[in-house]
């Protein structure tokens, strides 16, 4: 018998590949344009959290996450490829500061530091996709968004664990997530 929080985990999967099959899909239609550099950032971002999840007991709740991860990579890969050739100063800065994210970890020997700046430096990552989506917003997928909003929901209250580097990632993408919708539908009512 599956315990609450391991169907609240399986929930947040089901929403992670639901959202992501939706996004890929949009991709390789040419309707969604991905910022290359904001996916990739979330490849890394994700990747540390994850970890430290799973070092400090998120349990079910790390496991979106984990997947979230590997998707990021993919679509960060396809996009890079696919789409964008330009990128600026901040995207190159924002890759460079998430990973000195990490020197805290690496002295400390606890996560907790590291994942307080991953999820800092992973809302402030948003910019690129909040830019794009302000004079774009036709090239991104509000669904998606709002689905992984949805997910990290019940990401977080499937953790194992309550610590700071458990639930601040999950709790901060629940809100920038949902921000990109809003801004996505506000702009796309505005240009209408």
């Known amino acids: 018998m599956l ?19 939706i ?25 540390v959290v994850f970890t430290a999840q799973v070092l400090k007991g998120g349990a079910a709740g790390s496991w979106s996450t984990g997947l979230t991860c590997t998707i990021c ?3 960060g890969i396809i996009s890079l490829f696919k789409y964008d050739k330009k990128y600026t100063l901040s995207d190159i800065v924002f890759i460079s500061v998430a990973l000195l994210a990490l020197i805290p970890w690496y002295f ?18 948003y910019a690129p996709t909040l830019r794009k989506c302000y004079y774009y917003p036709d090239e991104e997928k509000a ?19 309550y610590e ?5 990632y999950p709790t ?12 996505i539908l506000i702009r796309r009512k505005k240009l209408a």
């Open 3 to 21: 315990s609450p929080k391991e169907i609240y985990g399986g929930i947040a999967l089901c929403l992670a590949i639901g959202a992501y099959i």
């Open 23 to 47: 996004y890929i899909s949009s991709i390789l239609k040419n309707k969604t344009k991905p910022h290359a550099f904001s996916w990739l950032l979330w490849t890394l971002t994700t990747a």
């Open 73 to 75: 990579l993919l679509i």
């Open 108 to 125: 400390t020997k606890d996560p907790t530091a590291s994942v307080v700046l991953i999820a800092s430096i992973d809302v402030v990552g």
């Open 143 to 161: 669904l998606t968004f709002g689905m992984n909003s949805i997910k990290h929901f019940f990401s977080f209250i499937a953790l194992g664990n």
């Open 164 to 168: 700071i580097a458990t639930w601040i």
């Open 172 to 183: 901060s993408q629940i809100f920038m997530n949902a921000l990109v919708v809003g801004l």
